[in-house]
């Protein structure tokens, strides 16, 4: 079954404890992305990836980092998480130039106190 | 600056009724549109999308228009049922859907049995 795995799917942490979100993927896709989904905000794109060792920004990278060792991987970092990181986030990938095979995850719920 | 903009936050329907959830762009550049379906504690999943060279693409009871001159776009669904209840997402992208996807803040509907 095609999908895209998220864990931890729910986390309460405190400001400025490092947090690492994993992201996997199982349809050998090049391009994923993450994403944070806030009120009345939409989805905003936070890091992509269009292959391996091959990152960039999107609309809202402060303060996070991203990582893609492995074609199936693309782990979220917040080296020091803050209260305005508080958000649902999602990971997503799809085939290059196909925006209709884009698979999302069932999302992470962060909490930071 | 929000280029992707669906300015009802939600709309209730009756069932077997025709759902219209709208939505507008600022972005002349943009000339690929995709809607997304949302369910509680689930990713976005892909709907039905559309190109610029079209004004209309249909897939079952899902229609999505497209007005270019406007910048407007709107999604029609026909008849309403209860599992169409969810919060729909509109995208858009440049260059065919090669550019990121911008998302629209989101329309919660709400079928009413």
């Known amino acids: 079954e095609a999908q895209v795995t998220q864990n931890p799917r729910y986390l309460i942490t405190v400001t400025g404890k490092k947090l690492t979100v994993t992201c996997s993927q199982n349809m050998n896709h090049e391009y994923m992305s993450w994403y944070r989904q806030d009120p009345g905000l939409g989805l905003r794109q936070i890091y992509y990836?269009?292959?391996?060792?091959?990152?960039d920004k999107g609309d809202v990278p402060e303060g996070y980092k991203v990582s893609r060792k492995e074609k199936r991987n693309f782990p979220l970092i917040l080296e020091s998480p803050s209260p305005n990181q508080t958000s649902l986030y999602f990971c997503?990938?799809?085939?290059?130039?196909?925006?209709?095979?884009?698979?999302f995850g069932p999302g992470t719920r962060l909490l930071v106190l | 600056d929000q280029q992707v903009k669906q300015n009802s936050p939600s709309l209730s329907v009756q069932e077997g009724r025709i759902s219209i959830l709208n939505c507008d762009y600022t972005n002349s550049m943009f000339d690929y549109f995709l809607w997304y379906k949302k369910y509680p504690a689930e990713g976005p999943t892909f709907l039905i999308s559309i190109s610029s060279i079209k004004d209309k693409n249909e897939d079952g009871r899902f229609t999505v228009f497209l007005n270019k001159s406007a910048k407007h776009l709107s999604l029609h669904i026909v008849p309403s049922q209860p599992g169409d209840s969810a919060v729909y997402f509109c995208?858009?992208?440049?260059?065919?859907?090669?550019?990121?996807?911008?998302f629209g803040t989101g329309t919660r509907l709400t079928i009413i049995p």
């Open positions: 997503a990938s799809r085939a290059s130039g196909y925006q209709e095979t884009q698979y």
């Open positions: 990836s269009m292959n391996v060792e091959v990152t």
């Open positions: 995208a858009a992208s440049a260059n065919f859907g090669n550019e990121k996807l911008t």
